[in-house]
T-cell receptor, first 118, second 115 residues
Framework: GAGVSQSPSNKVTEKGKDVELRCDPI?????LYWYRQSLGQGLEFLIY????????KSGLPSDRFSAERTGGSVSTLTIQRTQQEDSAVYLC????????????????FGPGTRLTVL | AQSVTQPDIHITVSEGASLELRCNYS??????LFWYVQSPGQGLQLLLK????DTLVQGIKGFEAEFKRSQSSFNLRKPSVHWSDAAEYFC?????????????WGLGTSLAVNP
């Protein structure tokens, strides 16, 4: 079946512009995560959605960042008034559910969106 | 606070040699531990995971990892490295018992394989 897809694969924008990044998780996966990976760095957690629960936004670096997940499926990460330090690869992942049930915890990652802010 | 340390930023091995990538974590309870691999131009892929039970975990592509509670380690091993194993390897720990919603990630180890 289809994996996690993200669009666009690459995005170049000018400082101060808004951008929207899209994530299509695996069908049926209840949990969705956004991460940021800067050059040579590990993954930085941004936000987590689980079903109809309130999202865990504790990783969002500033109020310029926001995300939503419509209908428990597709998610959009929005960055307003982009800054050069926002340049990174933004990764989306989904998992079947977040419980400790064996096999249920694996996060499946999309290919990422490479954002470059000029 | 939970943390993950991968002490080796970059490792180079010869093809056919054995490999061990180190991962140390800091966590107050029984952790949920993962190794992921990121190949050039590829997305992150799960190699293996530990939740409970046998401390030696087998994964895909011939990898294994051993959970050592006394050393707070979860080192990744492979007896014979192939050129296709050249990639970035990430160790991660589940931040909440029974819930991997906020995996804490190490900074990664870049593996190069010499022919």
């Amino acid at each position: 079946g289809a994996g996690v897809s993200q669009s666009p694969s690459n995005k170049v924008t000018e400082k101060g512009k808004d951008v929207e990044l899209r994530c299509d998780p695996i069908s049926g996966h209840t949990a969705l995560y956004w991460y940021r990976q800067s050059l040579g760095q590990g993954l930085e957690f941004l936000i987590y959605f689980q079903g109809n629960s309130a999202p865990d936004k504790s990783g969002l670096p500033s109020d310029r960042f926001s995300a939503e997940r419509t209908g428990g499926s597709v998610s959009t990460l929005t960055i307003q008034r982009t800054q050069q330090e926002d340049s990174a690869v933004y990764l989306c992942a989904s998992s079947l559910f977040p419980s400790s049930t064996s096999g249920g915890n694996e996060q499946f990652f999309g290919p990422g969106t490479r954002l470059t802010v000029l | 606070a939970q943390s993950v340390t991968q002490p080796d930023i970059h490792i180079t091995v010869s093809e056919g040699a054995s490999l061990e990538l180190r991962c140390n974590y800091s966590y107050g309870a029984t952790p949920y531990l993962f190794w992921y691999v990121q190949s050039p131009g590829q997305g992150l892929q799960l190699l293996l995971k530990y939740f409970s039970g046998d401390t030696l975990v087998q994964g895909i592509k011939g990898f294994e990892a051993e959970f050592k509670r006394s050393q707070s380690s979860f080192n990744l091993r492979k007896p014979s490295v192939h050129w296709s194993d050249a990639a970035e390897y990430f160790c991660a720990v589940g931040a909440d018992a029974g819930n991997n919603r906020k995996l804490i990630w190490g900074l990664g180890t870049s593996l190069a394989v010499n022919p």
